[in-house]
């Protein structure tokens, strides 16, 4: 028997792919799309608390109530206040900040810190991972003052004569600004919370100032759609076709 040509080969391979895709499509059937608080249409990858399993992403499910649309991330809520399916990411807000009017807030410092690069899926990808364009502002309380490290910014609002809150922030694009940073706390200090901010469509600017990070805080942080590694599934289905074909 004469081995497959190549020509023979990828034609089986982009029909494999071809069921695998209308497979994810047929699974959805049933799936129909939803409102949530002031979201209207959502779809995939969002799911809605007591849908049927095969509906969305378990890591995207939205708990609708009292009009607010929220997502559990880490140890943290967050209500969602928009979605983009253009650039497949979608913006959220601490819910701890959005229901404070304080003019010095300080993220909460029992919310583990936000893991940037997002949780395992069971998709063989990502889940929740930030924008690559979000900031980690990070926030500590040192009993001596930091007086010969500029990273450190103080936050004279949260600051007494005994007790000396700064923060820092850590850039994860180009020149990643001392990402991450908190391993390398100065002696007299202890963590008190870390935070993402913004995203592409609302950039944290450079040498923020403590108002920039407030304002930032209020407007929130962007989060990526499921991220499926490239031939995470489909390499898969290649492997097997080759080794069918051999």
């Not at 792919?17 to 409102?35: H, I, K, M, T, W």
């Not at 899926?121 to 001596?144: K, M, R, Y």
């Not at 180009?174 to 950039?203: H, K, Q, V, W």
């Amino acid at each position: 028997m004469h081995p497959l040509s190549t020509t023979m080969q990828a034609f089986v391979f982009i029909f494999a792919v071809l069921a695998l895709l209308a497979g994810d499509v047929e699974g959805r059937q049933g799936c129909y799309p939803f409102s949530c608080g002031h979201l209207q249409n959502i779809s995939h990858p969002f799911r809605r608390r007591g849908d049927p399993q095969r509906c969305g992403v378990p890591s995207y499910e939205l708990d609708c109530r009292d009009s607010k649309a929220t997502i559990r991330i880490n140890t943290g809520t967050y209500y969602v206040t928009s979605i983009n399916y253009t650039t497949s990411v979608f913006w959220v807000v601490d819910a701890s900040l959005k229901d404070t009017n304080s003019s010095c807030p300080l993220p909460r410092s029992d919310q583990l810190p936000y893991v940037w690069r997002g949780i395992q899926g069971s998709h063989g990808g990502s889940d929740l991972t930030l924008d690559p364009v979000a900031t980690c502002v990070s926030f500590v309380n040192c009993s001596q003052a930091v007086r010969s490290n500029s990273v450190y910014v103080p936050v004279d609002c949260l600051s007494t004569s005994s007790s000396f809150v700064y923060m820092f922030v850590s850039w994860m694009m180009p020149p990643f600004e001392g990402f991450p940073i908190i391993e390398n706390l100065e002696t007299s200090c202890r963590y008190l919370a870390m935070i993402p901010l913004g995203g592409r469509d609302s950039p944290l600017p450079h040498n923020a100032s403590f108002s920039d990070i407030v304002r930032s805080m209020r407007n929130g942080f962007a989060v990526q759609f499921p991220l499926i590694h490239r031939w995470s599934r489909v390499g898969h289905i290649k492997d097997c076709l080759m080794g069918s074909i051999r």
